[in-house]
């Protein structure tokens, strides 16, 4: 089954100072949306194959729409997060079918060595919900200046039959970090933690 989109959003988001200090390089994020048909909403399915399908479809496509906004190659994205918010007909077990089980490789094959657990969130919500897309480092778990997040919100969107789907990629972490942990220099890149 494929996605039945509605509607495509990216944003870019790019910060160049913080508290009055130069932040160079500006941190860019990106997010790119999809708002999709829910072919469950309204009723039980037990089996959600093929909404674990739309999600390998949306990790392509919407990486390819965020990395494309951010402007770099997808080797030099530094952070990422997905999200997902069902409209009132739906459960959170559709919105985890999508994020879970096959979104996350075409997205990686998008950035190269990415081998941290993708930060993720969902939820249920109506027209205008807040997604709040949990961000962390795509080689490194322990990464702290890279734990951040970023809002995205569509005014007309999820309406109760439908899935709001949200894919963030980043230049760097936060503007100035200082709050410890491992550096992206100390990065080993193993085990997606350290």
């Given at each position: 089954?494929?996605?039945?989109?509605?509607?495509?959003?990216?944003?870019?988001?790019?910060?160049?100072?913080?508290?009055?200090?130069?932040?160079?390089?500006?941190?860019?994020?990106?997010?790119?949306?999809?708002?999709?048909?829910?072919?469950?909403?309204?009723?039980?399915?037990?089996?959600?194959?093929?909404?674990?399908?739309?999600?390998?479809?949306?990790?392509?496509?919407?990486?390819?729409?965020?990395?494309?906004?951010?402007?770099?190659?997808?080797?030099?994205?530094?952070?990422?997060?997905?999200?997902?918010?069902?409209?009132?007909?739906?459960?959170?077990?559709?919105?985890?079918?999508?994020?879970?089980?096959?979104?996350?490789?075409?997205?990686?094959?998008?950035?190269?060595?990415?081998?941290?657990?993708?930060?993720?969130?969902?939820?249920?919500?109506?027209?205008?919900?807040?997604?709040?897309?949990?961000?962390?480092?795509?080689?490194?778990?322990?990464?702290?200046?890279?734990?951040?997040?970023?809002?995205?919100r569509i005014p007309d969107a999820p309406r109760a039959n439908e899935i709001m789907v949200a894919i963030v990629l980043t230049s760097a972490g936060r503007p100035l970090p200082r709050v410890g942990g491992l550096k992206t220099d100390e990065i080993k890149g193993e085990d997606g933690l350290r």
């Amino acid at each position: 089954m494929s996605a039945r989109i509605r509607k495509l959003v990216t944003i870019l988001d790019e910060t160049r100072s913080e508290m009055g200090r130069p932040v160079e390089p500006a941190v860019r994020r990106a997010a790119a949306v999809a708002v999709i048909a829910n072919p469950f909403a309204g009723r039980y399915e037990a089996d959600l194959a093929p909404l674990i399908e739309i999600g390998e479809e949306l990790g392509d496509l919407l990486g390819r729409h965020a990395l494309a906004a951010l402007g770099i190659p997808g080797e030099q994205v530094e952070g990422y997060g997905k999200a997902a918010a069902v409209g009132e007909d739906g459960e959170l077990e559709h919105a985890a079918a999508i994020l879970h089980p096959k979104l996350g490789a075409p997205l990686r094959k998008l950035l190269g060595k990415a081998p941290a657990l993708i930060p993720s969130s969902k939820k249920r919500g109506s027209l205008g919900v807040v997604l709040d897309v949990p961000l962390g480092h795509k080689a490194a778990a322990y990464v702290r200046s890279h734990f951040d997040g970023m809002e995205v919100r569509i005014p007309d969107a999820p309406r109760a039959n439908e899935i709001m789907v949200a894919i963030v990629l980043t230049s760097a972490g936060r503007p100035l970090p200082r709050v410890g942990g491992l550096k992206t220099d100390e990065i080993k890149g193993e085990d997606g933690l350290r």
